[in-house]
Every structure is written in structure tokens, then in C-alpha cells.
């Protein structure tokens, strides 16, 4: 699961660290920009939709050694494509194997790790942070030596190291019943409001996520260093700061969230993104720029893994279906957040980052409390909110917190 998260990091981070070669070399504007950032989710979207079911009812083994593949290609075809049609054909292919990877990957962990979800699968989201500090920070270590081209097709070939440990190792069964893993029992989670302000909140934290990942060395490009001589390395550095804070802190949420109240942890997350983006506004020097940004990245870091495991411990018993039914929610806002933005940076200047950040914390605040308040109606939510890693004895514990029961509802 850590090695395919991994991969989904470098997923991630692919178009951010490329977009200025990108754009120089097919002479895009933000607009356009915009619209590969919008195309990266998009096939991430696609993957998380058609991922849930499958390893619900297949297993997980086959599908993870398909997507890395996939992923592979892509990565080859951004590096040496010679037309804008193509970019966007591999850009999506990237993100379609991405999107399986990563919903794969936290459904897997889900399952392996009953009784601690909330800090298992924010370590997972350390090795998501290895991979996507590595994109960035392998560009800007070479790029003084070779193309980022052949960089890139470098990171692809990477990829095929996982495969290999794919096909070598054995994967818990899957759930064979096909019922739980229907895309209609998918959808049926919506009806349930935790489940639903669940996802409408990881819309609102992927779209921040997306726009940290993909806009920030723009940004750093633009605004930072708009009256210096262009450096990649120095605009690298500000992604790097994100991705690099959002790994420690969530190596340390791994052990943190098994004695501190989850709640308390997500409140105090937004808290410290509301900082950095305060901070940035602000900011007049690079060396302030970079501070913001690791506040930033480390605000962003716990609530991707808090909320996941509160579904991971309402729906075992549909981990799969339930994963990607959340992830296809985020990712429309991803898709949405990202291709709005580059709108807004086209007509009124990408310095609108930090306005528009501020503006989905607020909202992301409400979301959170209103979570918090649904789950405090039931037993099993009580105790979630005490420690997200609570330990879980039998079955009889997830039975209270299936979809069928009134109190859900």
C-alpha cells in the first residue's frame, strides 16, 4: 500500500513540477494551464470512480500492477510528446492510474489495519509525501545537468520497481459478495449525512491540496520572485516546502493521533493553514514565501487521513466502495477548485491564491463542525472523536455504524 501511495505522490506532483517547462514549450498561458491541472484530477477522478467495486469484488493485486503501468506510459509521454493533444491524453492516463492507485491503496490500508485507521493511514500519507517531494526535488537537483525531459523519463522508469514487488508478494482476498461492492450501494452512501459532508469536506481540502501542488511554483515564479531572474530551483523549493512539511507532519500525526482527539488535531490543522496563508499574502521575501508554505503543507496534512478513517471504521465492511464513492466527491472539487482558479489567475493575477485558500478553510471550518456533530449522535462516532485510532475488539463494534442503522441516518 505505501510503495502504490508512493507512486500516487509522484502522480501528483508530475504536472506542478513540469507546468513551466510545459508552458514554454507549447506556449501556454494560465487559462491553459488551468485546463491540464483540471485534466490531471479529471482522470484521477475516473480512476477513483471505477476502482471500488472491482477490489471489493477482484482483490486489489492485478488492478495496483495495471494503474502503475499506466502510470509509466504517462510519465514517458509527458517527457517526449511533441503536441498539446497528446500532454492532455498522458496527463489524464497519469491521473487515471493515479486515482486507482490512490484509492486502492487507502481502501488496502483500511483493511490491514482495523483498530488503528487514523494513524496507519496517515502514515501511508508520509510515503504519498516521499513520492511527491521526490518529483520536485529530483527536477531541481538535475536540472542543471540534463533536460527535464529526460528527468521525467527517468522518475517513469522508477515506477516499474513497485510492479516488480507487486507481482512478487500475496494481497489479502477480497470480500467476493457482490452486493457491497455495487456501484448503486456506492451512491447509497450519499444518502447517509456523515458520509456526504465527508466527502463535500475532502472536495474542498483536494481542491486545496490541487491548488498548493500545482500553482505553487508558479506562484514562487510570479509573485515571490517576479522582479529576479528566473530560477527553477528557487520555485521548486516553494512546492518542495509544501510536500516536504506535509510528510513530517504526518509522520508525526502517525503516532499523534493514537493519544490526542481527532478533532482537536483537524481544528488545529486548519489553524495552521489559515497561518501560512496569511503569511504568504503578506509575505515581501522569499525566505518568508518559504516559511509560509511549510505551514501551509503541514496544515494540509490531517484531514485527508482523519476523515478517511472514520469511514474506514463506519463502512468495513464496503471499504473499497466506500473509498471511492468519498474520493470521486473530492476529486469534482479538485476538478472544480483547480480549473476555477486558473480562471480567476488569468483575469485578476495569481496573487489571488491566498484569497481564495482563506475562503475554503472558512468553508472547509463549517464542514468540519457539522462532521463532528453528526458523529457525536452515535455511539461509535463518540469514540472516534475521543482518539481516531481507537482500538476495536470484535465485530460487533462496526455493526452499530453500518449503513442500515437508523442512528447513521
Not at 85 to 112: K, R, S
Not at 373 to 378: A, H, P, S
Request: net charge positive; hydrophobic share 50%.
Amino acid at each position: 500500500a505505501c510503495l502504490g501511495m508512493l507512486l500516487f505522490g509522484i502522480v501528483f506532483l508530475s504536472l506542478g513540477s513540469v507546468n513551466n517547462m510545459l508552458a514554454e514549450r507549447f506556449h501556454l498561458d494560465d487559462s491553459s494551464i488551468g485546463t491540464l491541472t483540471a485534466l490531471l484530477p479529471f482522470g484521477i477522478l475516473a480512476g477513483s470512480l471505477v476502482f471500488g467495486p472491482i477490489v471489493d469484488r477482484f482483490g486489489y493485486k492485478w488492478m495496483l500492477i495495471v494503474c502503475a503501468l499506466l502510470v509509466f506510459t504517462g510519465l514517458e509521454g509527458m517527457a517526449f510528446a511533441g503536441r498539446r493533444g497528446l500532454i492532455q491524453f498522458f496527463v489524464f492516463l497519469i491521473g487515471f492510474g493515479g486515482g486507482v492507485l490512490n484509492g486502492a491503496t487507502n481502501a488496502l490500508a483500511a483493511d490491514v489495519s482495523e483498530g488503528e485507521r487514523g494513524a496507519k493511514l496517515s502514515l501511508l500519507g508520509v510515503f504519498f509525501g516521499i513520492g511527491a517531494l521526490g518529483m520536485p526535488s529530483t527536477l531541481a537537483a538535475l536540472s542543471k545537468h540534463f533536460s527535464l525531459a529526460g528527468i521525467v523519463a527517468g522518475i517513469g522508469c522508477f515506477v516499474l520497481v513497485p510492479v516488480l514487488y507487486f507481482l512478487w508478494i500475496t494481497f489479502p482476498p477480497p470480500k467476493q459478495k457482490p452486493q457491497p461492492g455495487s456501484a448503486a450501494s456506492g451512491f447509497a452512501l450519499l444518502k447517509h449525512p456523515i458520509f456526504f459532508l465527508a466527502g463535500i469536506t475532502l472536495a474542498i481540502q483536494s481542491g486545496m491540496e490541487g491548488m498548493s501542488n500545482d500553482w505553487m511554483t508558479r506562484y514562487f515564479k510570479k509573485v515571490t520572485l517576479s522582479g529576479e531572474r528566473p530560477d527553477e530551483a528557487k520555485t521548486l523549493l516553494g512546492l518542495m516546502a509544501v510536500t516536504g512539511a506535509m510528510v513530517v507532519a504526518r509522520l508525526v500525526l502517525s503516532g499523534l493521533l493514537k493519544r490526542v482527539s481527532s478533532q482537536v488535531v483537524l481544528f488545529a490543522s486548519i489553524g495552521l493553514t489559515a497561518t501560512g496563508a496569511l503569511l504568504l499574502m503578506l509575505s515581501t521575501s522569499y525566505g518568508a514565501a518559504l516559511a509560509a508554505a511549510l505551514f501551509i503543507g503541514a496544515g494540509l496534512a490531517a484531514c485527508f487521513p482523519v476523515v478517511l478513517s472514520y469511514i474506514g471504521d463506519l463502512y468495513p465492511a464496503q471499504s473499497g466502495t466506500a473509498f471511492s464513492t468519498i474520493f470521486f466527491i473530492a476529486l469534482i472539487g479538485n476538478m472544480t477548485i483547480n480549473k476555477s482558479f486558473g480562471f480567476l489567475a488569468q483575469i485578476h493575477g495569481i496573487q489571488q491564491y491566498t484569497k481564495v485558500m482563506l475562503g475554503c478553510l472558512a468553508a472547509s471550518t463549517v464542514l468540519l463542525l457539522l462532521v463532528v456533530r453528526q458523529l457525536g449522535k452515535t455511539a461509535v462516532g463518540k469514540s472516534l472523536l475521543q482518539k481516531a485510532s481507537l482500538p476495536v475488539n470484535n465485530q460487533t463494534t462496526f455493526a452499530a455504524a453500518t449503513p442500515t442503522n437508523p442512528s447513521i441516518h
